[in-house]
């Protein structure tokens, strides 16, 4: 810019016009009075010019618990030549702003006379970064902390614990008991309805000091601080249980869901946060174990069990890396005299054979493959042994015989379950008709609804269904006219009392006739005596197995009695 020979009396006002333009709010302070503001300050903070004019700039607009940055800053110019910081300022109604400020010395013909401070208004920048910060530890449909947060809160727990040892901390892990069957009936709308309802629930319950988070599902955990004995943390718990137990509102319907809750108090083995929730985890499965609705606390037993499934675990895995696992035969036989029992077919059970070449039943690691979820896998290999074993049985009386399987509760409700049926009956060739799943009681009974829908998937793939250990829960009879049942196996402990002439025989025998009154076979487990079968027979039951009967039987026993049918 070519200015005019009297430049130096347009130099200034060039240059206020110059700071004037700017977007940053810029004020010259000297001798810690304010010389100069632009038009960006007046529009940040409030203030004309007139009114900053020889004020103090610290005391006017810096937030006394600020006061201190103003010495830092100067001692900052003084030793740097510039300061930048990112602090708060207030405006002139008192309002709180996030602001960056840079400030540097003023020179006035070559001489320090003063500041040059700019500051620009990063309030929106810190609210975005804040809600970014919020999301990502917390989650989104509830807004509880998430694991993350939970974890980061529990490692200061637990540090102050350490510096102040009178003061303990503990955890709940909490599941919902019903919560699969609501959202299997009702929607995943109700189902994270509910979520968000146990949310609410679960911060109305706590004290100021305590943290609830979701983990992920339907699992929530609470830290629970500044307590001196197990008995204040069981005064959180209980005051929780009470809270989820009211019913819920849900698609105008009035819901109870209830919840399981382990709790764990911080010990000398809680080396690591993960380890606290770890036990409290297993606790919360021992509570729901006991039918749900209440707390467990970790104990020393409770450890013993732990380190027990642990075992039992580290087993699992190993007999199923190295495929330790085989599958036996339990024959299956028309009651009659000895000498005329005709084979109807086998129940495929699981065994394990050990280091030593003994062979045992796999029912004691069944409930750890359910936990671990191990069981999926597993049952999906067995029903393909079974069906390439169907297979190669052709011609009579071999052809005519049927193959039992038994499903897990997992695996009966597992999302693959249908889709790798079909895909091993395409692959193998096999008449489904051969095929009789045999499905627990206990499962049927826990979600009659969902468990329904998934037995007509099972029935549209032509196999035959069977209810396993029927009578050992008292299921409700309805349930047994509703669902697509062919077979009814009775439970071993109702077969022991066929020849008592006790009441449990009296229901043995009322059992047996509901089943032929439904079109339905009946097939009595664990026949152990003569006089059992005899009795079985007396009331009209036409199937049985047992050890009386025949043992179980490896492959090459169950070919040969396969080829005899007898």
């Known amino acids: 810019m070519n200015l005019p020979e009297n430049s130096s009396a347009v130099q200034p006002k060039l240059m206020e016009d110059l700071l004037a333009s700017l977007p940053e709010a810029v004020v010259a302070v000297q001798d810690g009075r304010v010389l100069f503001s632009n038009a960006a300050f007046t529009r940040m903070f409030g203030y004309t010019a007139e009114e900053v004019s020889d004020a103090s700039l610290c005391e006017l607009i ?39 400020l840079e400030a540097r010395p003023l020179f006035v013909e070559g001489a320090q006379t003063g500041q040059i401070f700019t500051f620009r208004d990063i309030s929106e920048r810190k609210r975005h970064e804040a809600k970014l910060q919020h999301d990502a530890l917390h989650d989104a449909l509830t807004g509880l902390p998430n694991r993350a947060l939970f974890l980061d809160r529990l490692s200061q727990a637990f540090s102050h614990r350490a510096r102040h040892r009178s003061q303990n901390c ?14 299997d009936t009702l929607g995943h709308g109700a189902g994270d309805e509910l979520l968000r309802l146990v949310a609410e629930r679960l911060r109305s319950a706590l004290r100021p000091q305590d943290t609830a988070a979701r983990l992920g599902g339907d699992e929530f955990a609470i830290l629970v601080e500044s307590i001196l004995s197990i008995a204040d943390i069981q005064i959180v718990a209980s005051r929780v249980l009470e809270k989820l137990d009211q019913p819920y509102e849900l698609c105008g319907r009035s819901i109870r869901a209830g919840a399981s809750i382990g709790v764990a ?13 770890r036990d409290a985890d297993f606790a919360m499965y021992r509570a729901k174990q006991d039918g749900g609705g209440r707390f467990e606390i970790f104990d020393k037993q ?28 339990q024959p299956i036989f028309r009651l009659a005299a000895e000498s ?12 394990w054979r050990r280091a030593d070449g003994s062979v045992t039943s796999f029912a004691e690691l069944m409930p750890v493959a359910e936990e671990t979820g191990l069981s999926i896998s597993l049952g999906r290999e067995t029903i393909e042994a079974v069906c390439k074993q169907l297979r190669t049985w052709t011609g009579a009386p071999q052809s005519e015989l049927t193959l039992a399987v038994n499903l897990t509760q997992q695996q009966f409700y597992h999302a693959d379950l249908i889709p790798q049926l079909k895909r091993t009956l395409a692959a193998t060739g096999v008449d489904p008709a051969r095929l009789l799943f045999e499905i627990g009681e206990a499962t049927l009974s826990e979600n009659p609804v969902a468990a329904l829908g998934v037995l007509e998937r099972l029935l549209n793939c032509n196999v035959r269904l069977a209810v396993d250990d ?38 043995l025998e009322s059992l047996i006739h509901l089943g032929s009154a439904l079109g339905v076979q009946v097939i009595a487990q664990g026949i152990e005596s003569t006089a059992q079968v005899e009795a079985l027979m007396r009331m009209g039951c036409e199937f049985g197995e047992g050890s009386l009967l025949s043992p179980p039987l490896d492959l090459a026993a169950a070919r040969k009695l396969a080829g005899q049918g007898l």
């Open 62 to 100: 810096v937030p006394e618990a600020r006061r201190s940055e103003c010495a830092q800053i100067d001692k900052a110019i003084a030793q740097a030549g510039f300061a930048s910081i990112e602090t708060v300022r207030k405006n002139k109604a008192g309002e709180t702003l996030e602001v960056a």
């Open 170 to 183: 503990g955890v709940l892990f909490l599941d919902l008991d019903r919560f699969k069957e609501i959202n």
């Open 265 to 277: 108090m911080a010990g000398p083995d809680h080396t690591a946060p993960e380890l606290l929730i």
């Open 302 to 329: 409770l450890e013993m069990h732990v380190a027990s499934q642990q075992e039992r675990e580290r087993e699992l895995r190993e007999v199923l890396d190295k495929r330790l696992f085989e599958i036996w035969y």
């Open 470 to 507: 029927f009578g050992s829960g008292l299921a409700p009879l309805n349930h047994l006219v509703r669902m697509p049942i062919d077979v009814l196996k009775l439970a071993p402990e109702l077969t022991q009392a066929a020849a008592a002439g006790d009441r449990q025989s009296a229901v």
């Open 340 to 351: 005329s029992r005709k084979l109807e077919g086998f129940e495929a059970l699981l065994y």
